[in-house]
């Protein structure tokens, strides 16, 4: 009698169905995973290249960057004795100083509210965000809201004080790239500055180490091939389809890539 009964609990288990490995719970419980840096990076040097395509693309349209601060400063600079080349060329590149600045605090604040730099929650939703914005900076001048073609059928003497609006959307997120390649640990790949990762590259003491001895090096370098290879890249295309938004689609789907990498990307062990 016994031995009948456990024949046939044992049945019973045997053709219970399996327990589905996915669940709402494990999937939050993954996003509060810390990513694992040396893949992360991967992720900023495709953000290195995106700079690149972003500013080589807008600096051809609208003479200003929104990544490199540097340019913009100078330009404001220029602005005051009026040598600026477009009429309030200065109020496009304090425009991006600004909401570059803007960004660097909103993201950096988000970091700290939600938990840290590395977590995969915190990447994801930061990097959804930038998608966001340059989405939308495409979508206006798809649109016809404000001129994107290059060159500008527009009179230069005519200013479209609604270019400032994707030159805001996309300064506020290219501030999202540093301050996540600073919450991740990866200081060597800023993603927007150019002369100090050239700085630390050249004086690098072990710069002509092995490749596999000198990882930081190895990725400074990359970044600033990448960055160069998207500003070509940006050049051409917006020369090609003599318009501002093709470029921007690109960057948008760079960044949606790498905003759905952060739910793949291997935890630290």
């Known amino acids: 009698?016994?031995?009948?009964?456990?024949?046939?609990?044992?049945?019973?288990?045997?053709?219970?169905?399996?327990?589905?490995?996915?669940?709402?719970?494990?999937?939050?419980?993954?996003?509060?995973?810390?990513?694992?840096?040396?893949?992360?990076?991967?992720?900023?040097?495709?953000?290195?290249?995106?700079?690149?395509?972003?500013?080589?693309?807008?600096?051809?349209?609208?003479?200003?960057?929104?990544?490199?601060?540097?340019?913009?400063?100078?330009?404001?600079?220029?602005?005051?004795?009026?040598?600026?080349?477009?009429?309030y060329g200065w109020a496009r590149s304090l425009c991006s100083i600004g909401c570059f600045t803007v960004g660097c605090l909103a993201f950096s604040r988000f970091h700290k509210l939600v938990g840290g730099g590395r977590l995969r929650r915190t990447l994801f939703?930061?990097?959804?965000?930038?998608?966001?914005?340059?989405?939308?900076a495409a979508a206006i001048i798809q649109a016809g809201v404000i001129d994107g073609s290059v060159p500008s059928r527009r009179d230069p003497a005519d200013v479209d004080f609604l270019e400032l609006i994707p030159i805001a959307l996309l300064s506020f997120q290219a501030a999202g790239q540093i301050v996540n390649s600073r919450g991740l640990g990866v200081g060597e790949v800023p993603t927007v500055v150019i002369t100090s990762l050239l700085c630390d590259l050249v004086s690098d003491e072990r710069i002509l180490d092995p490749l596999k001895k000198n990882v930081k090096r190895n990725r400074r370098a990359v970044a600033f091939v990448l960055t160069l290879l998207g500003a070509i890249c940006g050049g051409w295309i917006s020369k090609a389809t003599a318009a501002v938004q093709p470029s921007l689609?690109?960057?948008?789907?760079?960044?949606?890539?790498?905003?759905l990498s952060w739910l793949f990307i291997r935890k630290v062990k």
Request: net charge negative; hydrophobic share 45%.
């Open 125 to 136: 939703s930061s990097f959804l965000l930038q998608t966001v914005c340059v989405i939308i």
């Open 1 to 87: 009698m016994l031995d009948e009964e456990k024949l046939e609990s044992n049945t019973v288990a045997d053709f219970e169905p399996p327990k589905s490995r996915f669940s709402p719970r494990s999937f939050l419980g993954q996003l509060s995973d810390e990513v694992d840096t040396s893949v992360g990076a991967l992720a900023l040097l495709a953000c290195s290249f995106a700079t690149g395509l972003t500013d080589g693309t807008l600096y051809n349209a609208y003479s200003t960057f929104v990544s490199m601060q540097t340019g913009n400063t100078i330009f404001v600079a220029l602005g005051t004795s009026g040598q600026n080349s477009k009429p």
């Open 249 to 259: 689609w690109f960057v948008a789907a760079i960044k949606a890539i790498i905003t």
